[in-house]
């Protein structure tokens, strides 16, 4: 019951961070307007992918608040402050789900079969997809401007990662590598070395957070059966 817990409480937070979260929250975190905003966002999130309220909620909430708030005011911006953003508030859905694993039970949605296996693979190639597009982003960011080919890349490969591994299927990794270094020898020797050397860094780290969602995610999914 603890890891359908997480598959609710994982989903409503990569949706509160990667979906419903506008660029004016993130440019204005230091105003409060802005961080009450994201905070309500986390706390609506949860109470629509359970279709409930539990106190729980305002427990996790406030976690959030505390991780954001740190973030913003003590750690200096970049890749190393937002792992650690996200390792915090995936740790603290984990301390919620294994305090309070009859969350999922009491929540309505529970009825519907299937709804915690769905709930994770839609949580993790959303987490995959758009938290490491992100964190590309801010690697590169001091490198030059990626390409909007290079992020739709980077998204497949992710969200393939996350697919195979969490479905089961890890021979099919090697496909997914082997479909990654295609692009990689058809596009390299048409840029240039500084080119060349963002396409490698970008690929090093979108691949690193894929396997880093996708593995930790499988070892959870025989929990899901």
């Known amino acids: 019951m603890a890891a ?30 802005a961080m009450a905003a994201h905070i309500a966002l986390v706390l609506g999130a949860m109470c629509l992918t359970t279709l409930s309220f539990q106190w729980w909620f305002i427990a996790l909430t406030l976690a959030h608040l505390w991780i954001d708030v740190v973030k913003t005011y003590a750690m200096r911006d970049g890749l190393g402050a937002y792992v650690a953003d996200q390792v915090l508030h995936v740790a603290s859905i984990v301390a919620v789900a294994l305090l309070a694993p009859q969350i999922w ?19 993790g190639v959303l987490f995959a ?16 401007a990626g390409t909007n080919v290079g992020v739709f890349v980077g998204w497949a490969e992710r969200a393939a990662l996350c697919v195979v591994l969490i479905g089961g299927l890890p021979a099919l990794v090697a496909g997914v590598l082997a479909a990654k270094g295609i692009y990689l020898g058809a596009t390299l020797s048409n840029r240039d070395q500084e080119d060349r050397r963002r396409l490698l860094w970008g690929t090093g780290i979108s691949l690193a957070w894929g396997f880093a969602v996708a593995i930790p995610l499988s070892m959870v999914m025989p929990m899901m059966q």
Do not use: C
Not at 17 to 30: C, G, H, S
Not at 105 to 123: F, K, Q, R, T
């Open 129 to 144: 997809v758009r938290g490491g597009q992100y964190a590309v982003a801010i690697l590169i960011a001091s490198k030059g």
């Open 4 to 33: 359908y817990t997480f598959a609710a409480l994982f989903l409503a937070h990569v949706v509160a961070d990667y979906v419903l979260q506008t660029t004016w929250m993130v440019v204005n975190k230091r105003r409060a307007a």
């Open 105 to 123: 039970e009491l929540s309505p949605v529970s009825d519907i079969p299937h709804m915690p296996l769905i709930y994770m693979i839609l949580g």
